[in-house]
């Protein structure tokens, strides 16, 4: 019986390593995305292997020129802070924004910078200053500042609990967020996911 318990944990940390492994490839193209891997160790008594801990690998991924203002990436361990739509406060480093319908700048899944920034009607010519100060061409042609996106970081981001969509919120073991000043911003580019596809296809084969 013993041994039949074994096998059994061990297929079962295999299939959370492969759960794990397929999250991150399904993500390899996702903006800002962090992979993650599991953690396992030896059961009590001998009584096989058991899942530790799923952590999140924290390295910056590859920073990709676009050109698109409205794409911005941020130094290492800030987050940008969004409303989604139920009105949830949560945080991503996926800098792909656009401008919905009513002039709010969004994220791709429509959730709204926090504070929000709403840019006026028919303005033009957006730019996103080193400091995250928005600012747009007037008809007149001179430049008005509507705003800043104020970035925050975590005292332990590896403790933030992942809700799908490349959100996060902040639990106990993360800390509450702590706005941040001075850093700089990067518009017209995107921090890449970092998921290494070639470990990633080890990892599959692996636990297969």
């Known amino acids: 019986m013993d041994g039949i318990r074994i096998a059994q944990t061990a297929l079962n940390v295999g299939q959370t390593s492969l759960d794990v492994s397929a999250n991150n490839l ?13 953690n396992s160790y030896s059961g009590p008594g001998g009584r ?15 920073r ?6 409205l794409d911005i990436s ?10 989604t739509s139920n009105g949830r406060l949560a945080f991503t480093r996926d800098g792909s ?18 504070p929000p920034l709403q840019l006026p009607s028919g303005s033009k010519g957006v730019s996103v200053g080193k ?7 007037r008809g007149d042609g001179a430049r ?13 981001s590896q403790g933030m609990e992942k809700i799908g969509n490349n959100l996060a919120v902040p639990t106990a073991a993360s800390g509450a ?13 995107l921090e890449l996911s970092n998921t290494d596809i070639a470990d990633e296809m080890i990892n599959q084969i692996k636990n297969e």
Request: proline share 5%.
């Open 26 to 38: 399904a993500n390899l193209n996702t903006s800002g995305f962090k992979s993650s891997s599991t």
């Open 48 to 62: 096989g292997v058991e899942t530790g801990s799923i952590s999140e690998n924290t390295l910056p991924g590859p």
């Open 64 to 69: 990709e020129f676009t050109g698109r203002p």
């Open 74 to 83: 941020l130094q290492d361990g800030l987050y940008f802070a969004v409303r």
């Open 97 to 114: 924004f656009t401008v919905d319908g009513s002039g709010q700048i969004v994220t791709q899944n429509g959730d709204r910078l926090e």
């Open 131 to 137: 400091d995250g100060q928005v600012s747009v061409l």
């Open 144 to 156: 008005e500042e509507v705003g800043k996106i104020q970035p925050v970081r975590f005292p332990n």
């Open 177 to 189: 967020g702590i706005k941040v000043s001075g850093s700089e911003m990067f518009s017209g580019a």
